[in-house]
């Protein structure tokens, strides 16, 4: 069983930087891809980014390009979401999702695991 454990949120002002960390388990196979999802204050879950199990493929939404970064670590199981500029609309509950079909998906529901979120909030 996939378990996926988020770390690395809090508040910090506009211009601001935040890491993300997803510690994870149980990936019983070197095809995983992962991803990063947000969902803002009575809005639906949106997809940011998603990475490759070799990471040598990443995605993201347009209004991150430039300014976040998705990495990871086999070695260590953690999925990373490096977010620099941050501003007030990337204000959200950050989730991390594992997809064992390797697709990194823009879609929610092409993932099969998911972790309990994190809190991002950004000051102006």
């Known amino acids: 069983q996939v378990q996926l454990v988020e770390s690395g949120g809090g508040l910090v002002q506009a211009g601001g930087s935040l890491r993300l960390s997803c510690a994870a388990s149980?990936?019983?196979?070197?095809?995983?891809?992962m991803g990063w999802f947000r969902r803002a204050p009575g809005k639906q879950r949106d997809f940011v980014a998603a990475?490759?199990?070799?990471?040598?493929?990443?995605r993201y939404v347009d209004s991150v390009k430039g300014r976040f970064t998705i990495s990871r670590d086999n070695a260590k199981n953690t999925v990373y979401l490096q977010m620099n500029s941050l501003k007030p609309e990337d204000t959200a509950v950050y989730y991390c999702?594992?997809?064992?079909?390797?697709?990194?998906?823009?879609?929610?529901?092409?993932?099969?695991?998911w972790g309990q979120g994190t809190q991002v909030s950004v000051s102006s």
């Open positions: 999702a594992a997809d064992r079909l390797g697709r990194i998906s823009g879609s929610y529901y092409e993932y099969d695991s």
């Open positions: 149980g990936l019983t196979s070197s095809t995983y891809a």
């Open positions: 990475i490759t199990w070799s990471g040598r493929i990443t």
